[in-house]
């Protein structure tokens, strides 16, 4: 893939990205996953948003000069060895990011450029799609997961009466329709899990009990959404999708075709470690370990 | 779309409710409200307006509308007469002298008195016994969504069901919040991937481990599973005949299915469970088939979801039983009824004033009512992320992730138990005893001998003792490093008081930071310089005196008598003229303002029962509560009783719509049994229409239900 692919990606979608690290990130997940045995399917090209609160010191962070021989900047120091692969972009701010408070309207619209519907509950709206889901729309059909959404906080509680918005607008990120935010994991031993399909489709006769399951289920939501009004179905929809989504994962897991790439799951790839790590930076590190998998 | 029918339906049933609930509402009677909203509307324009104009749009402008607040809107008295509750704050603020901010042209007397009068002389309508809906408000917001259980409501559902708890890391995700500020708000809940996969697995996980066989192959259930059958049925679960099984296990699974789902399922239902145990029973044995089905129930939407289904036609009805007994459960328990409070629902009991409290007596009573403290109480202060908190650990070592657990398990200890003893709710402002055990108390500095467990023990100075003095809110308000008098009265104004503050103007330097020309100033000093200004003093007035109250408390909530070799000053003023010094005195001024807070306590323990975000229809309620609880005693239990007991608990909006389409299934038989239905109502339609000699129209897909 060229930078020219990835540019053009980034102007057909019209979406303004405020995250110039994205390029590179994505550049060191397709490096580590193609020193892969070769018989091994070719991995798709991923994309990865980070986002980390407070920003960034920017004289630290802009490189002083532009051009295939750009100097990093002294944050971006550690990505020397992929220089030639990273691109940094700058004037991404975002019009809609301006108004509203700080800390909700401008979290929540982040990979959506939208305005932030300004709401302590009613109507809660980032204005749109977030670029991630944006993708995952498109590229789902090459990976076992459509997206992965990660974390290393719980969602924040409670609503913030001083400004009248929801806590929960500083919480996503990720958006799969502007009404509907997707849930993130912070345990790294519950991603790995689902990243392989562990959980859902370990064993063949559970994951044959998982489909029966979900079938049962299906039937019970569509038979209650015709007894809601507007505003649940809504709601009972969510349920509807995710429910979808996962026969789906575990349909993918179960038939595994040679054609489809899996994620890189050597031998000596060691599940995480229950739990939370106490220390944040090694949560940090084992989150985006999890990411290049 | 509303049929005229409807429509028509729907206003009759709302006349009969007003017509029932207040009958002195005479045509005289309407008149005089009349004439007292006029009157009250030409009072406006001709005394308040002048006064507004004069002192209040410099700031209260469209162009700046400080905290919030635009007063040029109301150039009229319509207009004000429009704004309804707002002048209420506008009057408090003006009351307790906080507005004009010092620095700026104040009120005098006599303009003061003209605007207290205006705004006590607001003609009231009678909203006691309505329900918001879209015939009384336009921008209707107290329709009550169906919505899932959140994290913990599932967790003590699983509990109360199985008998075994998820393990905390494979719960579902945490949830946000909306309303009133609780994640019980439908609005606010999401349900993703995640959340599918989640339950999926545990229900998985669980439902084996609540019912594992023993090594003859029969069925050891967790002693609350084992109340659902006889010890005969269970032994013919496995042991009986295809008959007795069959019997045994329909029994099982309906009693379960009942109890997990909050009502009698319905014989559908009962067939579908039936026809998916045999399903299972043609690959496993007949336990294993049992539990497949158990699991089924427990990740059916029935269970998920909190559904109050709807009458066919809009208006507002009075929840069945068993919706009843499903919202006073999720509001005491946190968790779904039990077998007692089902069988209440069952028998149609709960309908009777005395059963009905009789209930909410014995649930209070109940381990379970914890959840009013860990949940709603957490909330309340603001603790539910208290985990997140870390207070710089090189000048606080003592910091412990043991210490902040008990912290934390204080503001849970002490809600949980205002509530469960019936106490007075003033405790919470301010009581003579604290609830700790051997190391919180050693960390407060309070006599317990070590190993001691979590007991009442006696504070006679009032230093400690009610919320605003437990070492949680002392922590969670307060900086890594330092304490911050604006955070902790911030605090007490917005989250005790219910007086939120609004957010500082953007471009205001940092408060507290130290600057060349300020060094040699204390926090105390830097922060009366920075209140110098009236556009900082309008707030800072307000939380710095409460704040400077809690000084003798370090970040981490123990008690300090000086701070870098300097006696701790712990004076407060405030613009009232009210001055006090220290935790116990500044605990006298929160009781002076006890009306304040009881309202505020009242609103939020409402929204968090409704599930929702509060409207003009529910202040109401909030009010009744107040004087309830001045009748008696301010008894916590009243308060929970005139909660549960009122309209908009009982009562449920009901806004009945054309069905939607729902998205297409993801695997053909669905779909076609999908189409099918849809070629039937079609169908349908069709008939009735030709019937009607209208134009048929085939029923339109929703634009917003979108699907790749």
């Known amino acids: ?293 | 779309m509303q049929p005229t029918s409807s429509r028509t339906v729907a206003f009759a049933i709302f006349a009969v409710v007003i017509g029932v609930v207040s009958p002195l509402t005479t045509s005289l009677a309407a008149d005089e409200h009349e004439a007292r909203v006029a009157r009250w509307k030409a009072d406006f324009d001709s005394k308040v307006l002048p006064v507004i104009r004069d002192r209040c749009l410099a700031c209260h402008n469209a162009e700046k509308s400080e905290g919030e607040l635009n007063l040029a809107r109301f150039a009229t008295g319509e207009q004000a007469y429009e704004a309804g509750d707002a002048w209420e704050r506008v009057a408090r603020r003006i009351r307790l002298n906080e507005m004009p901010p010092q620095g700026s042209p104040g009120l005098n007397d006599q303009q003061k008195g003209v605007f207290q009068r205006w705004v006590d002389n607001r003609p009231n309508q009678d909203l006691c016994r309505q329900l918001a809906s879209e015939d009384t408000q336009s921008w209707y917001r107290g329709y009550v969504m169906s919505r899932r259980l959140t994290r913990i409501e599932y967790r003590n559902a699983i509990r109360d069901l199985l008998g075994v708890i998820p393990p905390v890391l494979e719960q579902p995700p945490e949830d946000g919040g909306g309303g009133e500020g609780f994640d019980t708000v439908g609005d606010a809940l999401f349900t993703s991937t995640i959340h599918v996969e989640t339950w999926l697995v545990l229900a998985d996980q669980l439902v084996d481990q609540a019912l594992p066989v023993d090594t003859n192959g029969r069925p050891r259930p967790t002693p609350i599973l084992q109340t659902l059958l006889s010890p005969q049925s269970w032994q013919h679960l496995t042991d009986g005949s295809p008959e007795q099984q069959s019997r045994a296990a329909s029994e099982l699974l309906e009693r379960f299915a009942r109890r997990a789902w909050r009502r009698p399922p319905e014989p559908t239902e009962l067939e579908r469970l039936a026809a998916l145990r045999q399903q299972a029973l043609l690959q496993s044995g007949p336990l294993a088939a049992v539990r497949q089905t158990l699991k089924a129930i427990l990740v059916s939407p029935h269970f998920l979801f909190v559904v109050e289904t709807e009458p066919d036609e809009t208006g507002i009805f009075p929840l069945t039983p068993h919706q009843l007994a499903t919202r006073l459960a999720l509001f005491l328990w946190s968790s779904i009824p039990d077998e007692e409070l089902m069988q209440a629902a069952d028998t149609g009991e709960l309908a009777d004033e005395t059963a009905y409290r009789r209930q909410i007596a014995r649930m209070l009573a109940h381990p379970k009512a914890t959840s009013l403290g860990e949940n709603f109480g957490l909330q309340w202060l603001g603790l539910r992320n208290f985990e997140n908190q870390r207070p710089d650990s090189q000048l606080f070592p003592e910091y412990t992730p043991e210490l902040a657990n008990d912290l934390r398990e204080e503001a849970v200890q002490l809600i949980t138990s205002v509530f469960r003893d019936n106490r007075p709710l003033s405790d919470l402002l301010s009581a003579d005893y604290v609830i700790v055990n051997s190391r919180l108390a050693s960390h407060y500095g309070l006599p317990l001998p070590a190993e001691s467990g979590w007991q009442k023990v006696t504070v006679s100075d009032r230093r400690r003792g009610g919320v605003a003095t437990l070492g949680a809110v002392l922590t969670v308000a307060s900086y890594p490093r330092r304490t911050s008098p604006v955070l902790r009265g911030r605090w007490l104004l917005d989250e005790l008081l219910g007086n939120p503050v609004p957010p500082p103007p953007p471009g205001v330097p940092p408060l507290e930071q130290a600057t060349a020309d300020n060094a040699h100033l204390s926090l105390r000093q830097r922060l009366e310089a920075h209140r110098s200004k009236p556009e900082c003093a309008a707030c800072h007035d307000r939380m710095d005196p409460l704040g400077f109250g809690l000084e003798n408390f370090d970040p981490i909530g123990r008690w300090r008598d000086a701070d870098g070799g300097l006696p701790i000053d712990a004076v407060g003023k405030l613009p009232s003229g009210e001055q006090f010094s220290g935790p116990a005195e500044l605990k006298t001024v929160l009781l002076s303002r006890q009306q304040d807070f009881l309202t505020h306590l009242s609103r939020k323990l409402l929204g968090f029962a409704l599930g929702r975000e509060l409207n003009k229809f529910d202040a109401c309620v909030i009010e009744s509560c107040v004087k309830r609880l001045h009748e008696n005693g301010l008894q916590s239990r009243v308060l929970i009783e005139e909660i549960a007991r009122s309209y908009p608990f009982r009562n449920r909006y009901y806004k009945k719509s054309e069905p939607t389409p729902a998205p297409p299934e993801s695997r053909s038989t669905r779909f076609l049994n999908a189409l099918q239905k849809f070629a039937e109502k079609s169908a349908a339609v069709r008939k009735q229409n030709e019937a009607s000699r209208q134009p048929p129209t085939p029923p339109q897909p929703d634009p917003e239900v979108r699907k790749p």
């Open chain 1, 1 to 293: 893939m060229s930078h020219h692919t990835r540019r053009s990606l980034l102007q057909g979608t019209g979406v303004a990205l405020g995250l110039p690290l994205l390029n590179s990130l994505g550049r060191t997940a397709f490096a580590a996953s193609t020193t892969t045995a070769s018989a091994i399917p070719k991995p798709p090209l991923r994309a990865a948003f980070i986002y980390f609160p407070n920003g960034v010191w920017e004289k630290s962070w802009i490189p002083e000069n532009t051009g295939p021989e750009y100097t990093l900047s002294p944050t971006l120091q550690p990505l020397e060895k992929v220089r030639q692969q990273t691109l940094v972009l700058t004037g991404l701010d975002k019009k809609h990011s301006h108004g509203g408070d700080g800390h909700y309207a401008k979290t929540a619209n982040f990979l959506t450029g939208m305005p932030v519907a300004k709401t302590t509950g009613k109507n809660i709206s980032s204005g749109g799609i977030s670029i991630d889901q944006l993708i995952a729309q498109h590229t789902s059909q090459f990976t076992p997961l459509p997206s992965l959404e990660l974390g290393t906080e719980p969602v924040i509680s409670g609503i913030d009466s001083n400004v009248g918005y929801t806590r929960l607008y500083g919480s996503h990120i990720s958006w799969q329709s502007p009404t509907r935010p997707v849930a993130r994991e912070i345990n790294p031993r519950l991603v790995y899990e689902r990243l392989f399909g562990k959980r859902l489709a370990g064993q063949s006769a559970k994951a044959a009990e998982f489909q029966n399951l979900l079938d049962f289920v299906l039937d019970d939501a569509t038979q209650l959404r015709g007894r809601l009004g507007r505003d649940d179905q809504f709601k009972l929809d969510e349920y509807l999708d995710a429910v979808r989504a996962v026969e789906r994962r575990i349909e993918f897991a179960s038939k595994p075709r040679p054609e489809h790439w899996e994620p890189n799951s050597a031998a000596d790839t060691q599940p995480p470690a229950a739990g939370i790590p106490a220390d944040f930076r090694e949560h940090l590190r084992l989150m985006f370990d999890l990411l290049v998998l």
